[in-house]
């Protein structure tokens, strides 16, 4: 709180004079970007890649900072420091909306409801993934993009070929109903914890194992304290890229059609290097011979996504039965 609390100063002051229509910046524009994975994954590339871009569209009128791995604010502390003005712009995980209010984007969440990446993009790209950003504005929030990561895996330091032995393992998961829910249809004791805590907890024996996506588990090292993966595809991890409302509003229009321009650029950067990342960072951690994958028979999937499908009729009642609806019709699911 300390730390948001001294950012804020600074990031209101900011916010405040590019707010004044007709006076001009007389000094750079200082753009603070904080996220919480590492820079050589999907998010951290696009972070890079926007400001590159944006400090050349708005012809050095803009400095953009990157801040990676948590170096500002861990996972809990992000979302108040934006909404305070300490940092600009943040791309969380479409998680961490849930405990701001926004419960919609937790449906991102739900297991089996992407059944691959087309239906995800189509989606995100159309008027259900519009609405939801558009759902940000009341809690003084711009919702600029949706940047791609991928499918999750599971890891342990036992072998996951089906449900049954998931039972009684404590997993790491982000702060999220519907990803509770998730673990406990598995027989799993879910455990929220800040990203940049995960390998610590794994190292220790605190939790037992933990779910991502193969980019962000091999970037952090998880394959070197865990033992077992299985590629269960079981749920998306993406990210909307999110702006502090009134600083992005205030923005001179020649500075915000640069970094509009630049952001586009750098969504398609993100989507299109994802599955790239994720499969490079699969063959890295199968060739460090530390962790051992799986690879479920059609038979074993078939027992995660019936242990995993009341899941969505569960949390209907949290993020919106109409929504879950829309996406299914969307996808194609039944």
Do not use: C
Request: overall charge positive.
């Amino acid at each position: 709180m300390r730390k948001v609390a001294h950012y804020a100063v600074l990031g209101l002051a900011l916010s405040a004079g590019v707010a004044w229509s007709g006076v001009a910046l007389a000094q750079q524009i200082v753009v603070k970007f904080s996220h919480v994975v590492a820079p050589d994954t999907p998010k951290g590339k696009a972070a890079d890649k926007f400001k590159e871009l944006g400090e050349k569209y708005t012809n050095g009128k803009v400095k953009i900072e990157v801040y990676p791995n948590s170096q500002l604010y861990k996972d809990k502390e992000e979302l108040e420091a934006l909404q305070l003005g300490s940092v600009q712009l943040l791309a969380p995980s479409l998680a961490k909306f849930g405990p701001l209010g926004a419960r919609e984007f937790e449906a991102f969440d739900i297991p089996y409801i992407f059944p691959d990446k087309a239906a995800l993009q189509k989606v995100v790209n159309g008027p259900v993934g519009k609405s939801l950003l558009s759902k940000l504005d009341s809690k003084g929030i711009a919702g600029l993009a949706y940047w791609d990561n991928g499918f999750k895996i599971m890891t342990s330091n036992k072998p996951m070929k089906t449900p049954d032995d998931m039972l009684g393992m404590k997993l790491r998961i982000q702060s999220s109903k519907v990803l509770e829910a998730q673990m406990k249809a598995l027989g799993a004791v879910p455990q929220v914890m800040a990203f940049s805590e995960v390998y610590q907890a794994l190292q220790t024996g605190v939790v037992d194992g933990t779910e991502n996506t193969p980019s962000n588990t091999y970037t952090q090292k998880v394959h070197e304290v865990q033992a077992h993966g299985t590629i269960t595809n079981h749920g998306y991890i993406g990210y909307a890229v999110i702006a502090n409302k009134k600083f992005w509003d205030g923005l001179p229009a020649d500075v915000r059609a640069g970094l509009d321009k630049a952001m586009a650029e750098a969504t398609v950067y993100a989507n299109d290097i994802a599955q790239k990342e994720n499969d490079d960072a699969m063959e890295a951690m199968k060739k460090s011979g530390k962790i051992k994958f799986h690879t479920p028979t059609d038979a074993e999937r078939a027992q995660w996504m019936k242990a995993l499908k009341p899941v969505q009729q569960e949390m209907a009642s949290r993020v919106g039965k109409d929504l879950i609806e829309q996406i299914n019709k969307e996808t194609g699911a039944k």
